[in-house]
């Protein structure tokens, strides 16, 4: 069994990874920390575990958990993980972060759209960037995993194939993304204040959102090239799922029949990923509550563009669930050991 | 393996079946039928099932399912499934229904309510009446098994310890039950098109509810004189999830913590039954995706009344998950199993 | 025309009276107090102002307005309006209060529910009650206006008939009352964070919740006698509107029919009452953005009860419409004046 | 008083119409005609307007009612209307056409797009496009009214001053759109079931929906060169709204502020169009109820995109409202008559 440990158990990554991990027949959760909620149990915060896993909140760190732990979760917010993470720690246990501290390997680049400085850039190097599909041999051996942004996920996925085989032209790539109310986390402020945000619909951090130099350094690299694209995120009045809707201008004819072909090709060996038959679409509630990323594809001939529409749930494929499919990578796990839940439609 | 059959399997609660079941260790789906969608795949009607479950749906019989199959299960509106169980079909086969059909004992009690003729009068002795928690043994050897309906369920279970401990006055029970839109089906019909039930709230139903007689008739039973009381329904412009608010004058005093204790060990060998502890109140999203029901307590003692709060996810306990835990007594299987997973609060 | 002062402007409560006053044709906003955005437009703090009324917040107190306004509303919570509130102030400006310090007649019951000190207890017998449709005349000579509870309206309206003409067992009153969120303002805390309250339902404040010695107050005096009753609240994952079901036992026999002419004759000159015809109920949408309250009827033969279902928008003629209705009344103007927009269904 | 008809009366379009005229103070509604619910009171379709309109739906021609009606409103599926209408028709009686008849200028695109047969090609030319402030003198003395679509007005409203002062190279504009339900009208059809389609979120008629060549005509006028644009649609999980995200690469190097001012200016005599201030965005609960178009502006300079958002109430300025706005300018009446309600924030 993997013993496993989470700090900031009690957001709404925290939450997940707890949930999932409760039924993963190899992980046992040994601590639970929660800076605000330290000496609670755990159902008084989250009643849904009352009966299933009774355990008290703790306040530890990493280095206090190592001697036990296997593993160890991070779900805080970003540059609250890298002060705790070392050398030393990783030589005694694996880190899966599920913030942003590690994922962009330029330490210049982080500071810069994050704003704050860099506690541990002498990581950077080593961690891994845990997108399971497209990087699936280093992470077998990571010690220090990164594990992706939510909209990130689903829009390196969604657009991997076309980048990777030189179908589209790179400067006319635009993702248009949408996600639940449950992305922007467990912090209140009015503007996801229930009546503020209730039945309505806006866009937000257009051209600054920090997952845009995340999306652009996976797809730089597996374009061999550097790619600037725009990125716009908006929010949805309702709980779970992200739905992204990329647009790109093609650079050779390609009919739709060929164009899914060659996507169900490229992720032919991955079981989390679907493609749809020509006419289908995903939509948020075919992922809902599961691993899933699921892509559907459409070809505009009067304006010659692509247009690719990628669905995930952004708690699981898009934080908890990929982190998990990451730590059984780690561990040499069967990679969807405890993701096997099907979508939950309603 | 159970090798299993549903008949009505493109509603939703028959869609939760299959979720269910797909996922449970000793079951094989051997038949889905729907009347709809003969000759499509699952995956067409019901997009999550995709690359999990690739399966034609069929149109049969139970007779003709019954030389294959170790268990029937019927998802069907009340009426279609009588005029298939015969005698001679339950000595091939079990049968577990989710109608509305085998769930009174009294004939003309349902034909009076139900405004049909009862086809199958005769099995009416035979049927067992699957609330797991209260009628554990005799589901246990059940061929026939008549699954309780959503709101009887949260109703019954939530009143029992009271009815059964003589301390209420049964006369002023009182059952206001509120519902999310699943629990109407997937018809098509103006009161549950999206904009005609978004953001609105309504009563219906009121004292005609077809779950009423139900109620009475096992709240009866363990009171030991018949019981009369109110029920009445209401809308909740969310999918999932049902809340009732039951009350009743008090026939002696009796302290919260006292009457907490007293549930608490009513149900102490009922895994999926939580109480709470004073001063919580379950909400339907703690149950949400998951077979628990739960159940929170206040006393009025300036009105000397005892109100009960009792949460279930319509679609599971009160519907597919509940048949299985039904299917895993009938089966000498553990109790709980495929039914372990967390309520998804989010 | 008349000057008007909003003290709370940017509360819930506050900005609907400012839409509503907006376009009503006989009053002039001079000057709208908010504590917390002092020195703001409101077109920052609620940007659907914009192009409409571009006016700075301002921080001022009732005496501060009282030389230019003829009536000061007051939106704040409890404890607050009082405070400012005095014999002198009312000797030059009107005042509606739409908190909760003049509500009660009886200083002890205010400190014992509330939890506060009662700073001006002189007051309390010079307020007016103004719920219009049962206090038309004492409202229209009234300096001091309690602008009553969003439940209570509700609830008061719907049994006022009934308790007026003895048909019921006033002891065996229950009201399960459901309202929208933005019931509980725009306040930051978790119960009402959008992933916290969206697709859930729950009861709140059982035995407890403030509105109910109000309603008891009202109803008692119409009875004629102490009315003690049952109040329970609960929370719909929507925006606007307040259902509530009520229930008593009847002491006369009473067919429906004569039911629904005796309550439209009780209302007959009340414009925003509507009595719906036989098997029609109310739906909270059918009064979404209006003033009115609607009210249908249900006999339960088999329990000898009658079921009251009643509806408004908390905001409207819960709180910031009721408030310009009073108005009207209170300067000698139609009651209806900037109040006749037709609810939106959508 | 103008009198005036309506046939579609029970669409959602057919609604809102009559919500607003009915506190319209030059208009007297005459006859309500509709198809499928002729000879119910109004009330019983509609409860909102119990004791507000009691009127009896009729079914009628517009040749019927043209001897007494000033102005004839159709809110019919695309195709019905073009029956009914001609030029002896428009002889009598002024025709504002809220379907998509009259909106495109090319039979063969109309028939292309929406195949079917136009039935009265002849009036084609004669038919005003109403977009008010694009098309204001035009309006002013038509006699046969086109009603923009809901998409279509956002859109081309929010990129017109980009497209009339050469700002952007045409052929990368990209209009990803996003609508509230009600948009899919009162028609029943499992896609807008609320299971179905609550807490969910899709693209839809990808590169072929309906609205594309009426956006595409209006702007190429505007442009004097043929432009040909993406248009994607998808389906947000609330009753009321459009949100259009446009995107266009700049010809030209301009600055935030300085765009604004080119906003301002082009719309500056326009009551119902509102430019936002630099960092602040529309959202659509900021229009809703409301006849408001919001557009607010960034430049992303790191792929020099100008990005557009634009909001609408679709229901509202994006049918019936601008529908009063069109009839408002058709008879000489200031262009905002009956159109003031302010936003509903919540």
Redesign the interface.
């Known amino acids: 069994m993997i013993k496993a440990g989470i700090i900031g158990a009690t957001g ?1 990554a925290g ?2 990874l707890i ?1 999932l991990l ?2 993963h027949p190899e992980t046992d959760l040994i601590y639970l920390s929660s800076h605000s909620y330290t000496g609670s149990d755990l159902s008084e915060i ?7 896993l009774d355990k008290k909140l703790v306040n530890m760190t990493a280095e206090e958990m190592s001697d036990e732990c296997d593993v160890i979760f991070f779900a805080l917010p970003h540059g609250l993980a890298s002060d705790q993470i070392s050398g030393k720690l990783l030589d005694k246990v694996k880190i899966i972060d599920l913030g942003a501290d590690f994922r962009l390997k330029d330490k210049d680049l982080y500071e810069n759209w994050y704003k704050v400085r860099h506690s541990s850039p002498v990581l950077l190097e080593e961690a891994v960037y845990g997108l399971c599909e497209l990087n699936r041999e280093s992470i077998k051996s990571a010690r220090l995993l990164a594990n992706p942004g939510c909209y990130t996920t689903c829009s390196i996925i969604s657009l991997a194939p076309l980048v990777d085989n030189n179908l589209i032209n790179n400067s ?1 790539i ?1 993702i ?1 993304a ?1 996600s ?3 992305g ?1 986390g ?1 912090s ?3 503007p ?13 951090g ?2 600054t959102h920090r997952h845009t130099p995340e999306i652009e350094q996976e797809l730089s690299q597996i374009a061999g090239e550097k790619i ?3 990125f ?1 995120p ?1 929010l ?6 992200i ?1 992204i ?1 990329a ?1 790109a201008e093609l650079t050779e004819e390609i009919d739709k029949e060929a164009l899914i072909k060659l996507y169900s090709n490229y992720y032919k060996d991955d ?1 989390f990923i ?1 493609i ?1 038959p020509s006419g ?11 691993n ?1 990323l ?1 892509i ?1 594809l ?6 010659n ?1 692509v ?1 690719v ?1 990628g669905a995930v749930d952004n ?1 699981i494929k898009g934080a908890a669930g990929q982190a998990i499919q990451n730590m059984n990578l780690m561990f040499n796990l069967d990679e969807t050991l405890g993701l ?7």
Not at 192 to 204: I, L, P, R, T
Not at 236 to 241: D, E, I, V
Not at 298 to 303: I, Y
């Open positions: 709404y939450e997940e949930r409760v039924n989250y009643p849904n575990f009352r009966g299933i006319t635009l248009d949408k639940g109310i449950s922007a467990r209140l402020n009015l996801v204040h229930f009546a503020e945000s209730n039945e309505s619909f806006k866009a937000y257009i051209g600037i694209l725009s716009t908006h949805l009045p309702m709980s779970r799922g739905l809707t647009y079981n679907r749809y289908s679409l995903p939509e948020t509630r075919y992922v809902k509550n599961s899933f699921d559907g459409e070809l505009d001939s009067r304006t563009r247009i529409v708690l096997k839940t099907v979508p939950s439609i309603l």
